[in-house]
């Protein structure tokens, strides 16, 4: 595996891997990786013979007050899996190699509407934060497939819209969400939960099953399921942001033609905010 902070070298082997006739996927984390991250990584893998893989934490995309100085940044233990997992290039860049002209003066990517709900309410300016690092990520390695996955649904959603909206020649791919045996979701931040709120966290999980459950079985008072789940929430020791269903496809409000609905939820629980999801065919 190479390790690559600098964006003229991550080039040149990129150009030699296309003349070539190769297929490059790409894989962008935050590190600190996880199963999750890594079975994205094996879905990258079956889609191209060259897997990249970025590990950076991006300043913009987090708001004040929010994580960024207590990140968990693990890189060394991250190398060990990323070499075991036969990936390619391990891209470590810099924040001034990303932003070049500094954060504050950066060229933003926003996609609208998408953005302006759910997590985009609750942390403003932060997909405007992801989607000027993941257009960077896309222009500096042009893959053919960039992987993520399906726990930030609606950073998928959103990144699919700008690469659709940007005519970017990527395919996005979503990768299923991993979940702890109690249901709980992969996530970088479950490890500022206390041993007490982990046995809490799966709760979660459940809510959103149990919103499943009446969906399938014809309940369409979507309002009403999403109160009694916030209720149930709070009860367990959660402040919940929203739980809310929606159409999969584009987030838009659903109804009983739906075919395709998701069900979404963010809540803090202790110095956490855990957010999660499950997809409902009708
Ligand atoms: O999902 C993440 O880890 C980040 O939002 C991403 C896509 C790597 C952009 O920084």
């Known amino acids: 595996m190479e390790i690559i902070e600098d964006r003229d070298e991550l080039r040149e082997i990129l150009n030699v891997w296309r003349r070539a006739g190769e297929h490059v996927a790409l894989v962008p984390t935050m590190g600190n990786l996880h199963e999750g991250h890594l079975s ?10 060259r897997v990249v893989v970025t590990v950076f934490v991006n300043p913009t995309q987090f708001g004040e007050g929010e994580d960024f100085d207590k990140y968990p940044r693990t890189l060394e233990r991250d190398k060990i899996h990323l070499k075991r997992a036969n990936v390619d290039i391990l891209f470590v860049p810099a924040v001034e190699t990303i932003y070049p002209f500094g954060t504050n003066a950066a060229t933003s990517v926003t996609v609208p509407v998408l953005t302006e709900e759910l997590c985009g309410l609750q942390r403003p300016g932060h997909f405007d934060g992801v989607t000027s690092v993941v257009s960077r990520l896309l222009s500096m390695v042009q893959p053919d497939v960039a992987v993520f996955g399906q726990k930030d649904y609606q950073q998928q959603l959103v ?36 041993e007490e709120e982990l046995k809490v966290a799966p709760q979660l999980y459940l809510a959103l099953q149990d919103i499943g459950k009446e969906l399938q ?66």
């Open 217 to 282: 079985s014809g309940n369409d008072d979507y309002a009403a399921l999403e109160q009694q789940a916030t209720k149930t929430l709070e009860k367990s020791g959660f402040k919940p942001e929203y739980v809310s269903i929606r159409r999969a496809e584009n987030l838009g409000e659903p109804d009983r033609e739906t075919d395709k609905l998701v069900v979404l939820a963010a809540a803090q629980l202790g110095n956490a905010r855990l957010i999660d999801n499950i997809v409902v065919e009708n």
């Open 159 to 194: 990144i699919r819209r700008m690469v659709a909206d940007m005519h970017l020649p990527t395919e996005i791919i979503c990768g299923p969400t991993l979940r702890d045996e109690d249901g709980l979701a992969l996530s970088s931040r479950n490890q500022y939960l206390s």
């Open 40 to 49: 994205l990584l094996a879905l990258a893998r079956e889609h191209a013979e």
